[in-house]
């Protein structure tokens, strides 16, 4: 198994899954047999961590997260059926095909929001020495994503300053921004062991534009808690809809669908990323997709390959 995901990681990476249908037919086997084995072997290792959840909490209760697996089982192609959301692991069907949340849907960011002064003026502090920042996108050059993030890869223009990696608390960043860290403890947020939240500062210097890009899964929505933003900065676009910052005013959206942003302004912005939960899953089906990202992380790290961060 191990040598079998190591080879699709590699080519994924070397963009060769992406040209499948054009391989010749004895390798196209192959690939397809080595495909089906991974599949295989992802459901022998996820279902029995859902075994319990699914007797306490009855099938019905996560047959949505059924469906979501099946497709990455390979049992089912059901996908998104709106043209611009393209999740790159976990499609959940049934939820509500929107690009944009409204904040009032989160009552807790009402806290997050009441606290922007005082998250800025830690984030001042942590941006006059913009040597700890990191760069955003950071990937091999050989990447199949490198040729879309050329512009972006290993670049200061975008950049970041990351609380929570990979769900892991960074213990000196948030000893820099204390205030904010007890704050963002105290949140419902995504919370996935290896996996989420992703919490950092996102700084986008000036005339740097995104390009349209998808997350992974839309069991989750990204929250941006706007800090500085500079006149005529620009947006931020999901789906087909544009929406500016505004200071203390958070956007929610889900990057599942495509999305993009840009800084048109002389200076830097900056805003504060988070993650948060679909509100339309409910709590077994929170716990259920947990608990199989947890179990998918872990897998992928026994075989000796990169997790695949939500």
């Not at 086997?29 to 295989?40: K, L, W």
Request: charged share 20%; proline share 8%.
């Amino acid at each position: 198994m191990r040598s079998q995901l190591q080879a699709l990681n590699l080519a994924e990476r070397s963009g060769l899954l992406a040209r499948i249908d054009t391989l010749a037919p004895p390798l196209r086997a192959r690939v397809d047999r080595a495909m089906a084995n991974v599949q295989h072997a992802r459901r022998d290792a996820i279902e029995p961590a859902l075994a319990a959840l699914r007797h306490s909490a009855g099938t019905d209760a996560i047959a949505r997260i059924d469906r979501a697996l099946a497709r990455l089982y390979g049992e089912s192609t059901v996908g998104p059926t709106h043209p611009l959301q393209q999740p790159s692991l976990l499609f959940v069907p049934g939820l509500p095909d929107q690009a944009w949340f409204e904040r009032t849907q989160f009552p807790f960011l009402a806290t997050l929001e009441a606290a922007t002064d005082t998250i800025r003026e830690e984030l001042l502090g942590i941006l006059a020495d913009e040597n700890d920042l990191d760069a955003y996108v950071d990937m091999p050059d050989t990447a199949p994503a490198a040729v879309m993030w050329k512009g972006l890869n290993r670049s200061p223009a975008w950049s970041a300053y990351h609380l929570y990696r990979h769900g892991e608390r960074v213990d000196a960043h948030c000893a820099r921004c204390p205030k904010t860290a007890a704050l963002l403890e105290s949140l419902p947020l995504m919370r996935i062991p290896g996996h989420a939240p992703e919490i950092l500062f996102s700084v986008l210097k000036p005339h740097t534009h995104i390009p349209p890009h998808t997350g992974v899964i839309n069991g989750r929505l990204t929250v941006h808690l706007p800090l500085i933003v500079p006149e005529n900065c620009g947006a931020l676009c999901a789906g087909d809809e544009q929406r500016p910052w505004r200071i203390g005013e958070c956007l929610v959206f889900d990057d599942s669908f495509v999305h993009e942003a840009w800084n048109d302004s002389e200076q830097t912005r900056v805003v504060l990323i988070l993650d948060a939960w679909n509100p339309h899953l409910s709590s077994a089906e929170r716990e259920a997709l947990a608990t199989a990202i947890a179990e998918l992380g872990f897998f992928n790290r026994r075989y000796g390959t990169e997790p695949h961060t939500i």
